[in-house]
């Protein structure tokens, strides 16, 4: 039986999900990367409410040259939205994708505006 790319994700994100949780103080900043767009949120797992989310798709965002830009945009967006509720501590959680390309530069543009992970 072979894993298929979202099976074999879905075991990750699991695995990843054990071990990363958010509170109140410090928040989970999930990550989910379609092919086209990127989403970001801050969940607090404590009660299992959405603090701030952000996407590709917003009107804020309007860099869409590169996908990797908008990355980087979205991660501003959603740190700038963060310190305006009072968060400045997340976990960070990438959801089951490698550390690298869009979700590296959704970490990077949410550390450069202030978020501290």
Do not use: C, W
């Not at 879905?10 to 092919?35: D, H, Q």
């Not at 804020?60 to 501003?76: C, F, R």
């Amino acid at each position: 039986m072979a894993l298929t790319k979202e099976k074999r994700r879905l075991r990750i994100r699991m695995r990843i999900r054990k071990t990363v949780s958010g509170s109140s103080a410090a928040p989970r900043l999930s990550v989910y990367r379609s092919n086209k767009e990127i989403y970001a949120q801050l969940i607090d797992d404590t009660t299992g409410k959405t603090i701030v989310a952000a996407s590709s798709r917003d009107k804020e965002i309007e860099n869409k040259d590169n996908k990797s830009n908008t990355a980087v945009a979205v991660g501003k967006l959603v740190a700038e939205k963060a310190i305006k509720s009072g968060v400045t501590k997340v976990t960070f959680d990438r959801g089951g994708y490698l550390y690298h390309g869009r979700v590296k530069s959704l970490a990077e543009g949410a550390r450069e505006a202030g978020l501290k992970f």
